[in-house]
């Protein structure tokens, strides 16, 4: 049985979209004919899946809460001795998204064929990631694929919650950066251009600092717009050269390494991710190597990612874990001695574990921390650029209280 979408007309003349089971397009078309629906178009859910979303949307296709969801579901299900195909079609019923349900029923459909489930998912890379992946098939070759799953499951969640920490963290910051710009723009738009007028006809000479205003503001009203054109032209052509060079990302990414606060906290993001993934891979049965080289590549910085690779390829050679993710320079020597601790008794699974959620508990600090930081320097910044406008402003006039 394959999953189809199908869009078809009902007998009062309205269109109709959905999902349904067949063994063929043409079984659809019949199945469909047999509820008086007459069909329109008829398309395999895995194909649309793969050939019919925009490049734009693929990489996030599912949302972390919902993957996190249909994770949870599926660990339960499995865990109560239900068989695949059959937790498939009850996590797929019970989504509420059209795609998700799609995707599901895509992934039921190439288990019924033969695939395992790790195979399977594998047909979707835009949906589940080579870690995702991976780690169901350790579970399905260790025989504890339910235990992997519920693991996967709290990963996923411990991820999303991390993601939803910093983006409110962000929210207050983003919105006094707004507003302030807000205000300065309405200054030196509306604001400075009508003192100008009053300045002119006392036809004194200006203070520097009032000249310069001046000049900014003419500047903003006459070439503002293409300014803005500019700002944004920019920004395009960064992401873009960031995404297609790999040599320019790596700049890019080893400057941001040295920046104060942003440096200390890539670092963090990555080696917990890292620490984390390293754990599941490892509960899984997944062999020391395999489970360096599979949780490398959700590293997002380029070179704490070949630095981990190179580790993998000491530890291949003989060293031991601890000492080459130690010669990394990136990990903290909390996690760098919970890893040998771990090595030296056999604990590594525990130890990893522990070193994970270290380097979690020091993201969380690091934001409460950049935050107490990050407010107070925006406020002063823009107390300080509104101050300059206001004595620039009032320098004429008080000079012309001086002369009268």
């Known amino acids: 049985m394959a999953a189809f979408h199908y869009t078809c007309i009902d007998s009062n003349g309205k269109k109709q979209t959905g999902l349904l089971e067949a063994e063929s397009a043409k079984h659809a078309r019949q199945l469909l004919r047999n509820k008086n629906l007459m069909p329109i178009s008829i398309h395999s859910a895995s194909q649309k899946i793969t050939l019919r979303i925009p490049t734009f949307f693929r990489k996030n296709y599912i949302d972390p809460r919902e993957l996190a969801s249909i994770t949870r579901q599926f660990s339960t299900l499995l865990a109560a001795g239900m068989p695949i195909e059959e937790v498939l079609a009850a996590v797929a019923e019970q989504t509420e998204k059209p795609r998700s349900k799609g995707l599901m029923l895509a992934v039921r459909s190439k288990v019924l064929e033969g695939h395992s489930l790790a195979a399977a998912l594998r047909e979707f890379p835009n949906a589940f990631s080579e870690l995702y992946c991976g780690t169901i098939a350790a579970?399905?070759?260790?025989?504890?694929?339910?235990?992997?799953?519920?693991?996967?499951?709290?990963?996923?969640?411990?991820?999303?919650?991390?993601?939803?920490k910093i983006q409110q963290a962000l929210i207050y910051p983003a919105i006094m950066v707004l507003v302030s710009f807000g205000i300065v723009g309405f200054l030196l738009e509306y604001v400075v251009p009508k003192m100008v007028t009053v300045y002119s006809t006392a036809g004194q000479s200006l203070p520097d600092m009032t000249r310069f205003l001046i000049a900014m503001s003419n500047g903003i009203q006459k070439d503002g717009i293409y300014l803005l054109i500019l700002i944004v032209i920019s920004i395009w052509l960064f992401r873009r050269q960031l995404k297609k060079s790999i040599s320019f990302r790596e700049k890019i990414h080893s400057l941001w390494l040295k920046l104060p606060?942003?440096?200390?906290?890539?670092?963090?993001?990555?080696?917990?991710?890292?620490?984390?993934?390293?754990?599941?891979?490892?509960?899984?049965?997944?062999?020391?190597?395999?489970?360096?080289?599979?949780?490398?590549?959700?590293?997002?910085?380029?070179?704490?990612?070949?630095?981990?690779?190179?580790?993998?390829?000491?530890?291949?050679?003989?060293?031991?874990?601890?000492?080459?993710?130690?010669?990394?320079?990136?990990?903290p020597a909390m996690s760098i001695h919970l890893l040998a601790s771990g090595e030296a008794s056999g604990q590594l699974e525990t130890m990893l574990d522990r070193a994970a959620t270290n380097q979690e508990n020091d993201i969380s600090r690091l934001i409460e921390t950049s935050l107490a930081l990050f407010e107070p320097m925006i406020i002063l910044i823009m107390g300080a650029i509104v101050l300059f406008i206001v004595l620039a402003v009032l320098l004429p006039i008080f000079q012309l209280n001086q002369f009268t």
């Open 139 to 164: 579970g399905e070759k260790s025989g504890h694929l339910d235990i992997v799953l519920q693991r996967l499951a709290d990963y996923t969640e411990q991820q999303l919650n991390i993601r939803q």
């Open 261 to 331: 606060i942003i440096g200390k906290a890539i670092k963090t993001v990555n080696t917990a991710r890292f620490s984390r993934t390293f754990a599941i891979l490892s509960a899984a049965g997944v062999s020391v190597l395999e489970a360096m080289t599979i949780a490398s590549k959700i590293i997002t910085n380029l070179p704490i990612r070949y630095a981990v690779e190179e580790a993998a390829n000491r530890v291949r050679e003989g060293a031991s874990i601890h000492l080459a993710l130690k010669q990394t320079h990136y990990f």
